[in-house]
């Protein structure tokens, strides 16, 4: 049909470029500690154990704010929140640039954390105002794709600056995009398709009755209570396979650096930057193209647990190699799973809970789950800083993506009869 055609194109143009740029800066503004510390660690004194706190410390700020974040998002609206959590997130990105202590680290780092926490799950909760149920796998797909896109710049970047400038300008740089980028959302989101004076009349009504008739379809998932929504079985499960997850995921994004520079010898920041983009660039197309799969089958949950099998499988046997391109491929097939798994999951919760409740369940999801983004590093650290090899924490965080396989193949979450 012509309208639904136009109106699903315009909308999607309209609204996942913008959260996708978004989305690029806040990996940035989160991950570029990574670069910096091939030459902050040595500048602060930092051991190995001491960056992987300052690193996953960003998720202890995480976990505490995301939640009452997203209660302000519904109470103030996405373009007011998410604008104001971006201008918040860039000034503490800038500011990380003229720490000179440790301690200076951590409470930048957490405070960025407290910032950043609500505009993922905020704009996961928002594309469920413009997208229908049949489509929103792939719209979280484009959205999350700035994930592994945000290593592909940032790393490149990130490595130029520091070459040029050092670390303190390249962190200190990097934070304004996100001041820009607040600005810019005041002026360009629009709350509601019925708000929305860039579609016609005819296009609001169309897309209006479609999203009213996802609602109705799905009257047999439940609405629950803020609280019910927190504690809900099925939720924390989510939680749980969500906080293995990010363990296993960051666990390998922060270290990423130094792990290819123990794999590579003597060579520039900028080359390891150059050399850390294939993983990411083969994530990127792997996560698109599984959650179109995912989409044109309408089946969610193998979907989001058969890459985090292989991934796991990839991890494992890296930490057993030494040689650099068989290290480096094996990371990219890790990296192509973890990234695969995100859409697919985040559209698990939609098929037991109503919009509303599942507004708040994927902020604690979210907020739980990331607090895996704390243990991943620090347990990484903890193993380099006893075996001198970033590689050696590998194996462990391979047996916890296999435990978060098993949890995510065999859980409950459709209704009984549904996909």
Known sequence: MQIEARTTRKVLWR?????????????IDR?????????????????ASAFGFAAGVFFIGYFLFEVPSNLALARFGARVWIAFILLLWGLFASLTGFVHSATQLYVLRFLLGAAEAGFFPGVIIYLTYWFRARDQATSVALFTAAIPVSYLLGAPLSTWIMDHA?????????????LLGGVACYLFLTDTPERAKWLTPEEKQWLSAELAKDRVERAEVKTLTTWQAIAAPKVLLLALIYF???????????????????????????????????????????????????????????????PLLAAAIALATTGLTRNPAASLTLISIALAGLY????????????????????????????????????????VGVAKGSSGDPLSGLLFLSGLLVLSFFLTQFGRFAPKGAH
């Open 166 to 178: 050092g670390w303190r300008w390249m962190l200190m740089l990097e934070g304004i995009p996100a």
């Open 244 to 306: 293995i997850y990010q363990a296993g995921s960051l666990g390998v994004g922060y270290w990423m650096p130094q792990i290819i520079a123990s794999l590579s010898g003597h060579v520039s920041n900028f080359q390891i930057g150059v050399l850390a983009m294939l993983p990411y660039a083969i994530a990127t197309v792997a996560m698109v193209v599984w959650s179109a799969h995912s989409d044109r089958t309408g089946e969610r949950q193998r979907h989001a647990a058969l």
């Open 340 to 379: 695969a798994f995100k859409a697919p999951f985040w559209s698990l919760p939609g098929l037991f809970l109503s919009r509303s409740t599942a507004a708040i369940s994927i902020a604690s999801i979210n907020s739980i789950g990331n607090l895996g983004g704390f243990v991943g590093p620090y347990l």
């Open 31 to 47: 991950a570029n500690i990574g670069y910096a510390a091939l030459q902050m660690n040595q500048e602060l004194g930092l051991s």
């Open 15 to 27: 609204i996942i470029p913008f959260v996708f740029a978004l989305y690029v800066v806040s990996y």
